[in-house]
């Protein structure tokens, strides 16, 4: 593996900039994820992957908003940020390095053997599968990606205003690098953070504790989450300013 | 690979005698499947694998009665057809085998790391967990595996007794291999088999259709199949015998 780009320095509280990039000339493939839940950034914009296929994993961003899927050689992602319960994962993968697949690989992680299958290979997730299927059919009747990625720019846009709003929360992430699905963010002090999450827990908006790694809190906001609830964190949020600011 | 022992040779309607089995010396292990769910048949007693750690595919008759953990070095098996729905793999694995796992190994296929990680390497399938510890407190609510053998041995009692009771209709496994979970059998011609699926599946027995490979009829009668099922199948039977024989 040659790290081609890395803000591990500013601890990845941004995607790095394409002048940052460097590309390892003949490399196989060039990886990205395209969202980071931990840090909650997100790849804008895709990077430049020169003349090797670009792989992302795209589990926490998939069908947040149209993509143009010539850009990638393969995208793979777990099913249980927004598409469906855990257990599945869905590739989509060009014939091209299909027909690279290793005859060394075990079956079961033989792309090529899925494909020529119809992946239906092995007894898949049934249920996973049927769910996914009905998620699909819900994100079509509600207007397809287009109007999906419409509600997720909205619904992030305004938690980051709220952030931006007064200075008594922070958002981690660099503005440009600000991912739509995981809206990080600390407050003046530990103690203040657990108060915060306490208090938001006790009015019903759960989860809100940033991953064990970093700490801070974070909204997790994947297209099924509604806008009413991102309307009440708002609400809880202004509130919890005015007694605590 | 080494074939230790087939019945290729009879259509594989019987599990290979102790006398046709030929071990090879020094295998890394020996495999059997525990039930065939195709032909019909079953091991009712494992197979000797000399010094060889025995390795099985139970996913046919796992948890359709008790087992000697002790015996296999490795067991596995796919949750569909007695443990809940598809997408999740039973595996219990002695540790000396975990021990010798290849640092090769893909992450997802080594059970090491599994192990290590108590099954949660990875975001599983987690409905289907789920459902798979419901299903076992349902075990346990009958009675736990003893009885539900004695559930088993009398639902395919039932069918192989009511195979037997005149020649109309003819078991194809042998006696002794005859399998508790998938009873196989034939009726005097195709067109009479495709007479009876039609009028059993109007009756509301459905699924009778023996594997494409082999034809014929199929009784599939895993745990979850209640024996007033395996009741209106036998009359069913019966009365068709009446009426065709």
């Not at 996973?128 to 109007?147: E, N, R």
């Not at 660099?174 to 009015?203: G, H, P, Q, Y």
Request: hydrophobic share 40%; aromatic share 8%.
């Amino acid at each position: 593996v040659h790290v081609t780009g890395s803000t591990k320095a500013d601890n990845y509280n941004r995607i790095p900039s394409p002048g940052e990039i460097a590309l390892t000339p003949g490399a196989a493939y060039v990886h990205c994820t395209t969202n980071n839940t931990i840090e909650g950034t997100e790849w804008s914009s895709l990077p430049a992957a020169g003349d090797a296929p670009l792989v992302a994993d795209a589990s926490s961003d998939i069908f947040s908003r149209p993509i143009d899927v010539r850009r990638f050689g393969l995208i793979y992602a777990g099913a249980q940020k927004n598409l469906g319960p855990s257990g599945v994962t869905l590739v989509i993968v060009h014939n091209d390095l299909l027909a690279r697949s290793s005859k060394s690989l075990p079956t079961m992680l033989n792309y090529k053997v899925m494909a020529e299958n119809n992946s239906l290979y092995n007894t898949p997730n049934t249920f996973g599968i049927y769910i996914l299927g009905l998620t699909m059919k819900w994100v079509k009747s509600i207007g397809g990606l287009a109007a999906v990625a419409e509600t997720n720019d909205r619904k992030a846009g305004k938690l980051y205003a709220e952030l931006d709003r007064t200075g008594f929360y922070r958002g981690t992430a660099e503005k440009a690098s600000r991912s739509r699905m995981n809206v990080t963010f600390r407050l003046a002090s530990e103690d203040l953070e657990k108060k915060f999450e306490k208090e938001a827990t006790a009015a019903g908006l759960d989860g809100l504790k940033g991953h064990r790694s970093v700490g801070g809190m974070r909204a997790s906001i994947y297209n099924a989450f509604p806008e009413a609830g991102v309307d009440a964190l708002v609400q809880f949020m202004r509130e919890f300013e005015r007694t605590n600011g």
